[in-house]
């Protein structure tokens, strides 16, 4: 069975940084970060695969850097230059399965932690 969970997140003014991670045990072929905002439907942040293909939403490329340690077993969101449209709820999630794993940015992921907060204020 494998366990997700996030650690991280906050309240910053809009520009600043925050950094996410998450700590995920057993195998998986795939980890990525997810968001919800109130009113909003759950979208891809970014996500990483063990082939070390990235994929990132288009609303946070060149701010946002996801990353992993070798292990594989903590995954990392970078938050950089933080706009108030980033606030929301954040979740990290990881697959076993290419299916569902290529289904990024897609919720389709099977493992997820409890998710973590981010305010951005203007």
């Known amino acids: 069975q494998v366990q997700v969970v996030e650690s991280g997140g906050g309240s910053v003014q809009a520009g600043g940084s925050l950094r996410l991670s998450c700590k995920v045990s057993?195998?998986?072929?795939?980890m990525g970060w997810f968001r919800q905002a109130p009113g909003k439907e759950r979208e891809g942040v970014a996500s990483i695969d063990n082939y070390g293909t990235l994929n990132y939403a288009s609303s946070v490329k060149g701010r946002f850097t996801i990353s992993r340690d070798s292990a594989k077993t903590t995954l990392l969101l970078q938050m950089n230059s933080l706009e108030p449209e980033d606030t929301a709820m954040y979740s990290c999630a990881a697959d076993q399965s290419g299916t569902r794993c290529r289904a990024f940015p897609r919720a389709q992921y099977t493992y997820w932690g409890q998710g973590t907060q981010v305010t951005v204020s203007s």
């Open positions: 057993g195998y998986t072929l795939c």
